[in-house]
C-alpha cells in the first residue's frame, strides 16, 4: 500500500502586510482601554489636625490609593491598617486626574498665600513610574503649594479627600 500525503497551497503573504500587522501588535501590546494609566503607581493624602483627637482626624494615619484601586488607610501608630476597593467610577475618576497631574510635572512649583490655621495641615504626594514621588498639594499655615498645574493638583487634592472622607474610619484605629 502507497503511502498518500496531502499538499495545501498557501498564497504568499506579502513581507509588507506581515510587517504592518507586528508593528500593529507592538503598537497595542498590554494596551487596555478599561485599564489604569500605568504612569501612575499610587497617589496618598495625609492631614493633621491639632485641635482633634488623632483618632478622629481623617487622614491623620494617612490614606493611600494605587493605581489597580486598592486603598489602604494607615497604618496606624499601633501598625492597624485597613484597606478596600473603589469602584470602577471611583478608579476612573481619580486616575484621569492623577494623570493630568503627572503630565504637568515637569513645571515648577506654585504657591498661593491662602493658607489655613495653626495646627491644620493636608498634603498629596503621588508617586508617577517617569518622576517617582511628588509633593503635589501641600496645605499649610504660610499658604498651598502645588505642582502639576494648579486647578489640576487642586481636583485630584478635592477628589482624593472626598474617597478619604468616604472610607477612612473614624475612630481610626478601632
Given at each position: ?33 478599561g ?5 501612575w ?11 482633634l ?21 494607615g ?10 476597593s ?54 499649610e ?8 498645574g ?25
Open positions: 500500500m502507497k503511502e498518500s500525503r496531502a499538499v495545501v497551497a498557501v498564497p504568499p503573504v506579502p513581507g509588507l502586510v506581515l510587517v504592518a500587522v507586528a508593528l500593529g501588535l507592538w503598537a497595542c501590546r498590554g494596551q487596555n482601554p485599564a489604569p494609566d500605568p504612569s503607581i499610587r497617589v496618598a493624602e495625609r492631614t493633621s489636625c491639632e485641635a483627637n488623632p483618632s478622629y482626624c481623617a487622614g491623620t494615619y494617612g490614606f493611600t490609593v494605587t493605581s489597580d484601586g486598592r486603598y489602604v488607610v497604618p496606624a501608630e499601633n501598625g492597624v491598617q485597613v484597606g478596600g473603589l469602584s470602577e467610577a471611583e478608579l476612573a475618576r481619580l486616575s484621569a486626574d492623577a494623570a493630568r497631574v503627572a503630565g504637568g510635572l515637569g513645571g515648577g512649583q506654585q504657591c498661593d498665600t491662602a493658607g489655613t490655621v495653626p495646627g491644620v495641615g493636608d498634603t498629596v504626594d503621588l508617586t508617577d513610574s517617569r518622576d517617582g514621588t511628588s509633593r503635589v498639594f501641600d496645605l499655615v504660610k499658604g498651598t503649594c502645588t505642582r502639576g494648579r486647578d489640576q493638583a487642586v481636583q485630584l487634592h478635592d477628589d482624593l479627600n472626598a474617597l478619604m472622607l468616604e472610607y477612612y474610619p473614624r475612630p481610626f484605629p478601632p
